[in-house]
C-alpha cells in the first residue's frame, strides 16, 4: 500500500494511522470492559496492546499528546466526590480479577513490546524515544522536529489570514490548496515543499467552508458528548460504560 510515511499501516501517513488508532483504543477498551468470555477479553487485550505498541512506533507527538489528555481525563474527576463515586460503581460492575490479572498481562507485554527499536520507517532523527518525547516540551532542540513545527506554525498562521479575508463562507471545498500558494508567498513553500492541507482540521474547516461550517463541525461534537452526558447518568452499568468510552474516543480525536 502505498504510505508517505511508515509506519501507517494501509492509511497513506503515520499521524492519520495514529489518529485513527487513538480514536479505536476506548472503543476496544469498552469491548475488554464489557466482555464475558476468556476470548473476548484475549482479543480485545491484545488489540489494545498492539494499537498501543503501534502508537509509539509511529513518533506521532500529536497523538502522544492525545494520549494524555485521555488519560488526564480518568484521572483529573477522581478529586471530585460525586464523579470519583461514578467512576468507582463503573469499575466495580465491569472489572474483575479475572480481568485485572490479564490486564496487568498485557501492559507487560505491551512496556516489553515498545521497548524494541522499530526496525523500518522511522527516521534517524525519530529512533530514539527519549528524545521524541522530549521534543515536545523543547522548542530550542535541534533536529527535523523543530522544522515541523515551526514548519505547521507558520502554516496556520497564514491560514487564519485565508479565514479572516473569507470568514463566513470560506474559499469553497477543496479550495485550501489553491487559495493558499498566493497567501504563502514563498514562506513555506519552495521548489521541495508544497501543501494540500493546513495539518490542522479546524483551521482546514473553517478556511474552506467559513466559520459557519466550523460551527456546524462543532455542533455535532457538543451533540454527541451531550447525548453521552444523557448516557452518562443511567442506573444502568453498561450504558454509563459506554458514555465514558465513547467520550474517551471523541476526545482522543
Not at 479475572?98 to 498485557?106: I, Y
Not at 523543547?138 to 515551526?150: A, C, I, K, V
Amino acid at each position: 500500500v502505498p504510505s508517505r510515511a511508515l509506519p501507517s499501516a494501509t492509511l497513506i501517513n503515520q499521524n492519520l494511522a495514529a489518529e485513527f488508532i487513538m480514536c479505536v483504543i476506548p472503543l476496544a477498551g469498552l469491548l475488554f470492559l464489557t466482555g464475558k468470555r476468556l476470548a473476548t477479553l484475549f482479543v480485545s487485550g491484545i488489540s489494545i496492546t498492539l494499537m498501543a505498541v503501534f502508537l509509539v512506533y509511529t513518533r506521532a507527538r500529536a497523538s502522544w499528546i492525545s494520549a494524555t489528555v485521555v488519560l488526564l481525563c480518568v484521572i483529573a474527576p477522581m478529586v471530585i466526590p460525586k464523579w470519583r463515586q461514578s467512576l468507582m460503581e463503573i469499575a466495580r460492575s465491569t472489572l474483575d480479577r479475572r480481568k485485572c490479572r490479564l490486564g496487568v498481562v498485557f501492559f507487560l507485554l505491551f512496556i516489553a513490546l515498545a521497548a524494541i527499536p522499530p526496525s523500518i520507517g522511522i527516521s534517524e532523527s525519530k529512533a530514539e524515544l527519549v528524545t521524541t518525547a522530549s521534543s515536545i516540551f523543547d522548542p530550542d532542540q535541534d533536529g527535523p522536529y523543530d522544522q515541523s513545527r515551526e514548519g505547521r506554525l507558520a502554516i496556520w498562521g497564514i491560514t487564519l489570514r485565508m479565514i479572516v479575508d473569507h470568514p463566513l463562507l470560506g474559499v469553497g471545498p477543496g479550495g485550501w490548496k489553491r487559495m493558499y500558494p498566493p497567501y504563502d508567498q514563498g514562506a513555506t513553500i519552495n521548489a521541495v515543499n508544497s501543501f494540500h492541507r493546513p495539518h490542522n482540521d479546524y483551521l482546514w474547516i473553517a478556511s474552506e467552508l467559513g466559520l459557519l461550517g466550523l460551527s456546524v463541525y462543532l455542533w455535532l461534537f457538543f451533540a454527541a458528548f451531550r447525548r453521552l452526558g444523557v448516557m452518562s447518568r443511567s442506573p444502568e452499568p453498561f450504558s454509563r460504560v459506554t458514555a465514558l468510552m465513547f467520550a474517551l474516543s471523541l476526545v482522543s480525536y
